[in-house]
């Protein structure tokens, strides 16, 4: 990759010492950039002292992982710590693949209203000059509206609830303090997509329907 990112005009170095030794950029891309290939596991605290360092370098740390963590139907809590977002890709997610040479783009990415299932579209790049600047250039020609599908997502909440999962508690907890059942809840909730991060819209409904009683 670095040779990659040279070949396109840029200064670009690997395994470069900052901050006294604290932190090691796996490639630099002119003092602003840096790109970290991670194969092994990573705990969110590792995770989240790493990203304070860059940040305080004012440097963008861009992090492409190995196999270990390919985003596949479903994202776990180790996984989000890689995600990434930018006006063009939204939501994004890289992946390297050493052993054929490409980089894979998981942009446009959207949770189900409840569950952990994703949405998202794919790219992929080889790592060489053209690949890496057709990367660096990329921009999706439509962005497709999707939905989730409202029997499934019904299921899995009332899964949830019946194993009493934390998630199932606390949709239980806030149906029963407004006397619904999950018959009450909006179809339209079921369908809609949320951001990676975000809260699950069901949630947030109960919990604006209960601050709203109350308030009364």
């Known amino acids: 990759m670095c040779t990659a990112l040279k070949a396109n005009g840029l200064r670009a170095d690997?395994?470069?010492?900052?901050?006294?030794?604290?932190?090691?950029?796996?490639?630099?891309?002119?003092?602003?950039?840096?790109?970290?290939?991670?194969?092994?596991?990573?705990?969110?605290?590792?995770?989240?002292?790493?990203h304070a360092l860059y940040k305080k370098l004012q440097i963008k740390d861009i992090w492409i992982v190995g196999k270990r963590h390919y985003l596949k139907n479903k994202i776990n809590r180790s996984q989000k710590i890689f995600l990434r977002y930018s006006t063009q890709w939204q939501w994004y997610y890289l992946e390297i693949n050493p052993f054929n040479c490409v980089i894979?783009?998981?942009?446009?990415?959207?949770?189900?209203?409840?569950?952990?299932?994703?949405?998202?579209?794919?790219?992929?790049?080889s790592l060489d000059?053209?690949?890496?600047?057709?990367?660096?250039?990329?921009?999706?020609?439509?962005?497709?509206?999707?939905?989730?599908?409202?029997?499934?997502?019904?299921?899995?909440?009332?899964?949830?609830?019946?194993?009493?999962?934390?998630?199932g508690l606390k949709i239980a907890s806030l149906l029963y303090q407004l006397h619904y059942s999950v018959a009450d809840i909006p179809d339209e909730l079921f369908?809609?997509?949320?951001?990676?991060?975000?809260?699950?819209?069901?949630?947030?409904?109960?919990?604006?329907?209960?601050?709203?009683?109350?308030?009364?």
């Open 129 to 167: 000059e053209r690949g890496v600047a057709s990367l660096f250039t990329f921009i999706p020609s439509t962005r497709k509206n999707k939905i989730s599908y409202i029997q499934d997502q019904k299921i899995y909440l009332q899964k949830q609830i019946n194993q009493k999962s934390k998630l």
């Open 14 to 50: 690997i395994e470069v010492p900052l901050l006294d030794q604290q932190l090691r950029a796996d490639v630099l891309v002119e003092n602003r950039l840096s790109f970290e290939v991670q194969c092994a596991p990573l705990s969110g605290a590792e995770f989240a002292h790493r």
């Open 191 to 216: 369908l809609k997509l949320r951001e990676p991060k975000e809260k699950s819209p069901i949630i947030i409904f109960l919990q604006k329907k209960l601050a709203d009683l109350k308030a009364s």
């Open 104 to 125: 894979t783009l998981k942009y446009n990415i959207l949770m189900a209203a409840l569950s952990s299932e994703l949405s998202y579209e794919i790219k992929t790049f």
